[in-house]
């Protein structure tokens, strides 16, 4: 029997990725079930368990193209010892986020929407909560560094402590998600705007 390619497995798995993503952004993952991803990926329930054990699996999987995505804008950020300011950190991860999160390709629905599910469920469930706790304070450390090359460029004072401005930054970064979300009326510039406003000297 032929072995079966990297690049076909990864094929099925990104099926199932995709499949899962379009019934949690939608129902929820408390009213998704392993069979509803099942129906609707339309593979065998034997593909599908070879590749996730459980539902959990699936989540974490669907809530890693949100944390690819940053993790790659902060690279191209933090490249070749570049000291970007914290305003245009922001505003450059904000519109990465409705680029490659909102409109996500990969699985053609807001992974956001599922972001915010993840939140919900990490108070209940501790491997969310662990997983959940380790992407967050990965996040806040990039946005420290980009802190901390300010600082270091003379751009920010030498007695703050970049650790926490990192801390408000990345809060700043969810609560455009909730509210974009959450508000009817939040538009995308105009939350750039009020950034730009509260993190320009005057």
């Given at each position: 029997m032929p072995r079966v390619s990297e690049q076909y497995r990864e094929q099925r798995r990104g099926e199932i990725v995709a499949a899962a993503a379009r019934l949690f952004a939608v129902n929820g993952f408390h009213a998704t079930s392993m069979a509803d991803v099942i129906a609707e990926c339309g593979l065998s329930a034997g593909a599908v368990y070879r590749y996730f054990a459980g539902?959990?699996?699936?989540?974490?999987?669907?809530?890693?193209?949100?944390l690819t995505a940053a993790d790659e804008a902060?690279?191209?950020?933090?490249?070749?010892?570049?000291?970007?300011s914290p305003r245009h950190a922001l505003t450059f991860l904000i519109r990465v986020i409705d680029e490659r999160v909102v409109h996500n390709t990969d699985t053609g629905v807001d992974v956001s929407r599922i972001g915010v599910q993840v939140w919900a469920e990490?108070?209940?469930?501790?491997?969310?909560?662990?997983r959940a706790d380790e992407v967050y304070q990965r996040l806040r450390g990039y946005f420290a560094e980009v802190a901390r090359r300010r600082q270091a460029a003379g751009r920010?004072?030498?007695?703050?402590?970049?650790?926490?401005?990192?801390?408000?930054?990345?809060?700043?970064?969810?609560?455009?998600?909730?509210?974009?979300?959450?508000?009817?009326?939040?538009?995308?510039?105009?939350?750039?705007?009020?950034?730009t406003a509260l993190l320009t000297d005057r």
């Open positions: 539902k959990d699996d699936l989540i974490l999987a669907v809530s890693e193209a949100a902060f690279q191209a950020l933090l490249a070749d010892g570049a000291a970007p990490a108070l209940r469930n501790p491997r969310m909560a662990a920010l004072p030498a007695d703050v402590v970049p650790e926490q401005i990192g801390a408000a930054m990345l809060s700043l970064v969810q609560g455009y998600i909730l509210q974009r979300l959450l508000i009817s009326d939040t538009d995308t510039e105009d939350y750039l705007a009020g950034v």
